[in-house]
């Protein structure tokens, strides 16, 4: 008998969210985006991929007695030990991990503690519902925006002082943080991103290269800060822009202004690169996490339980 699996969401879903992925990212963008936080849209992402996929799952508002739970690890409580016939698989993200939780799914490729046993890792889904950059802008280069939350944002490139010297290079700046998050999609007027934590050198273990995967998805050239993430993933200098000063980030942003070539051929290496984190190459990897680790792992606990 197959093993039931189940994506803990502690949430009543409309029934028309579990259709498909479009449906997904227009709930995830209603009320300004509260939908749109990793507790439930990695979680119901996942769950929805894999049944449009044909993989047998379900969703459920309270924990199972038995089976395969995987739920975000926000929703899970540190003292939540599972029970003999629960497999509980963590979806971790940039969190904790949960001391009882016999499997757990990281972003990071370079997490010191991927086993394959006990810590897998599998790339974050690409931003769902996005608008890619338009083709109407052509050769255009003055947008420049972060999306993500403020804090994740180094304290230089907030600075209004340095907004405006951008204005006067010809460069506009924009900043989408939460209070948009309907609008972390949104790249159809956008030329570059940029994404700098901190201009400390530092790892990140726990972070993903997801900022590097959008701006693929989107069309657009990517300004990032040293992570262990998006390090991983460079394959060329294409890929994306490494700076460690605010003054690197203008140079950056010059160069791709001055040189069409050079955004052109970012643009180009871009979509080939977001070839390898589509939607369907995500699916198998989370089917063949399924069926090859967690299942069996599964059954034997079952096996030790009788």
């Given at each position: 008998?197959?093993?039931?699996?189940?994506?803990?969401?502690?949430?009543?879903?409309?029934?028309?969210?579990?259709?498909?992925?479009?449906?997904?990212?227009?709930?995830?963008?209603?009320?300004?985006?509260?939908?749109?936080?990793?507790?439930?849209?990695?979680?119901?992402?996942?769950?929805?991929?894999?049944?449009?996929?044909?993989?047998?799952?379900?969703?459920v508002e309270h924990l199972?007695?038995?089976?395969?739970?995987?739920?975000?690890?926000?929703?899970?409580?540190?003292?939540?030990?599972?029970?003999?016939?629960?497999?509980?698989?963590?979806?971790?993200?940039?969190?904790?991990?949960?001391?009882?939780?016999?499997?757990?799914?990281?972003?990071?490729p370079c997490d010191p503690?991927?086993?394959?046993?006990?810590?897998?890792?599998?790339?974050?889904?690409p931003q769902i519902g996005?608008?890619?950059?338009?083709?109407?802008?052509?050769?255009?280069?003055?947008?420049?925006?972060?999306?993500?939350?403020?804090?994740?944002?180094?304290?230089?490139?907030?600075?209004?002082?340095?907004?405006?010297?951008?204005?006067?290079?010809?460069?506009?700046?924009?900043?989408?943080?939460?209070?948009?998050?309907?609008?972390?999609?949104?790249?159809?007027?956008?030329?570059?991103?940029?994404?700098?934590?901190?201009?400390?050198?530092?790892?990140?273990?726990?972070?993903?290269?997801?900022?590097?995967?959008?701006?693929?998805?989107?069309?657009?050239?990517?300004?990032?800060?040293?992570?262990?993430?998006?390090?991983?993933?460079?394959?060329?200098?294409?890929?994306?822009?490494?700076?460690?000063?605010?003054?690197?980030?203008?140079?950056?942003?010059?160069?791709?202004?001055?040189?069409?070539?050079?955004?052109?051929?970012?643009?180009?290496?871009?979509?080939?690169?977001?070839?390898?984190?589509?939607?369907?190459?995500?699916?198998?990897?989370?089917?063949?996490?399924?069926?090859?680790?967690?299942?069996?792992?599964?059954?034997?606990?079952?096996?030790?339980?009788?």
């Amino acid at each position: 008998m197959r093993s039931k699996i189940y994506f803990f969401i502690p949430i009543r879903l409309p029934d028309r969210v579990v259709q498909g992925i479009d449906q997904v990212a227009a709930w995830q963008r209603a009320d300004g985006g509260k939908y749109s936080v990793g507790a439930s849209h990695w979680t119901l992402q996942t769950y929805v991929y894999l049944k449009e996929h044909g993989f047998t799952c379900e969703s459920v508002e309270h924990l199972p007695d038995k089976g395969i739970i995987l739920a975000h690890r926000d929703l899970l409580p540190d003292q939540l030990r599972p029970m003999p016939k629960q497999l509980l698989i963590c979806l971790q993200a940039d969190r904790p991990p949960h001391s009882h939780a016999q499997l757990s799914v990281v972003h990071n490729p370079c997490d010191p503690r991927i086993d394959m046993e006990t810590v897998v890792y599998i790339p974050p889904w690409p931003q769902i519902g996005m608008f890619p950059r338009s083709e109407n802008r052509r050769d255009v280069f003055e947008n420049i925006a972060y999306f993500g939350w403020k804090h994740n944002l180094a304290a230089e490139l907030q600075d209004p002082r340095w907004h405006k010297s951008l204005r006067s290079l010809g460069l506009r700046f924009q900043m989408v943080t939460e209070s948009e998050r309907d609008m972390w999609g949104d790249f159809s007027n956008i030329d570059s991103v940029i994404a700098v934590r901190s201009f400390s050198s530092g790892t990140y273990y726990n972070k993903p290269a997801l900022k590097l995967f959008n701006a693929w998805h989107a069309g657009v050239p990517a300004i990032l800060g040293v992570e262990s993430a998006y390090r991983a993933e460079r394959k060329s200098d294409l890929d994306y822009i490494e700076v460690r000063s605010i003054d690197e980030v203008v140079s950056a942003l010059l160069l791709l202004r001055d040189n069409k070539s050079l955004r052109e051929a970012m643009i180009y290496n871009g979509h080939e690169r977001a070839k390898e984190t589509q939607a369907k190459v995500i699916v198998s990897l989370w089917v063949n996490m399924l069926n090859i680790v967690a299942i069996p792992r599964y059954y034997k606990r079952l096996n030790d339980a009788d």
